[in-house]
T-cell receptor
Framework: DQQVKQNSPSLSVQEGRISILNCDYT??????FLWYKKYPAEGPTFLIS?????DKNEDGRFTVFLNKSAKHLSLHIVPSQPGDSAVYFC????????FGTGTSLTVIP | GAGVSQSPRYKVAKRGQDVALRCDPI?????LFWYQQALGQGPEFLTY????????KSGLPSDRFFAERPEGSVSTLKIQRTQQEDSAVYLC?????????????FGPGTRLTVL
C-alpha cells in the first residue's frame, strides 16, 4: 500500500525554466516532509525539507510547498540548470520514513 | 568529513548463498537505517537502530534477513539463503539523532544480484 506517490516518472524542462515536481501522500498524521536528489550509482542526498506547521520553505533556487488539506507536496526549482538532472524522491515521516517512487528530471541545455 | 560508506558496492550471489553487507555510518551519528530499493522504486524501510539497539525491524521482509550493530557504529545486514527476489540496491543511512525530520545521510548502496 503506497503511502507516498509521485505520479510523474519523468519530467523534461528547458534550462532556465521552472521545474515542478509533485508528490501526494495518504496519511494526515505525517508531520515532516523531505526531498532527496539521487544521481546514478550514488545514494540519495538531502535537498530540502518542511514541517507540517509550515506551508512553504525556500532555499536558494529550491522551494517546497505543502498543502496539508490536499495532502500534496511540491518542489519548485527556479531557474533549472543542467546539473539538476537527477532522480528526485519525496519522503514523509511518521514513525518511519516513506519514500515515493521518484521522478527523473532532465534539464535540457 | 567522511560520509556513509558501504561495502561491497556490488555483490553477485548464487541462489541459496548467504551474504553480508556492511555499513559504516558517519562518526557520532546515533541512528542508522537500512533500506531496500528495487529497480524503478523508491527506498523501502527495512530496519532502524539507535546506537546498538534495534528499535524497529518491521520492514524486514522475512526471517532470512537479519541486521546488527553490536557496538553502536558499524552495522551489518545479513541475508541468508538468498532468493532472486532479494536482488536490489541496499541503502544504509545515518542521522545524528534519528528524531522525526532529522536529515538522513545515505551511503552509495550495495547492489545485490542473486542469480
Amino acid at each position: 500500500d503506497q503511502q507516498v506517490k509521485q505520479n510523474s516518472p519523468s519530467l523534461s524542462v528547458q534550462e532556465g525554466r521552472i521545474s515542478i515536481l509533485n508528490c501526494d501522500y495518504t496519511n494526515s498524521m505525517f508531520d515532516y516532509f523531505l526531498w532527496y536528489k539521487k544521481y546514478p550509482a550514488e545514494g540519495p542526498t538531502f535537498l530540502i525539507s518542511i514541517s507540517s506547521i509550515k506551508d512553504k520553505n525556500e532555499d536558494g533556487r529550491f522551494t517546497v510547498f505543502l498543502n496539508k488539506s490536499a495532502k500534496h507536496l511540491s518542489l519548485h526549482i527556479v531557474p533549472s540548470q543542467p546539473g539538476d538532472s537527477a532522480v528526485y524522491f519525496c519522503a514523509v515521516t511518521g514513525n518511519q520514513f516513506y519514500f515515493g517512487t521518484g521522478t527523473s528530471l532532465t534539464v535540457i541545455p | 568529513g567522511a560520509g556513509v560508506s558501504q561495502s561491497p558496492r556490488y555483490k553477485v550471489a548464487k541462489r541459496g548463498q548467504d551474504v553480508a553487507l556492511r555499513c559504516d555510518p558517519i562518526s557520532g551519528h546515533v541512528s542508522l537505517f537500512w533500506y531496500q530499493q528495487a529497480l524503478g522504486q523508491g527506498p523501502e524501510f527495512l530496519t532502524y537502530f539507535q546506537n546498538e539497539a534495534q528499535l524497529d525491524k518491521s520492514g524486514l521482509p522475512s526471517d532470512r534477513f537479519f541486521a546488527e550493530r553490536p557496538e553502536g557504529s558499524v552495522s551489518t545486514l545479513k541475508i541468508q539463503r538468498t532468493q532472486q527476489e532479494d536482488s536490489a540496491v541496499y541503502l544504509c543511512a545515518s542521522s545524528y539523532w534519528g528524531a522525526r525530520g532529522d536529515t538522513q545521510y545515505f551511503g552509495p548502496g550495495t547492489r545485490l544480484t542473486v542469480l
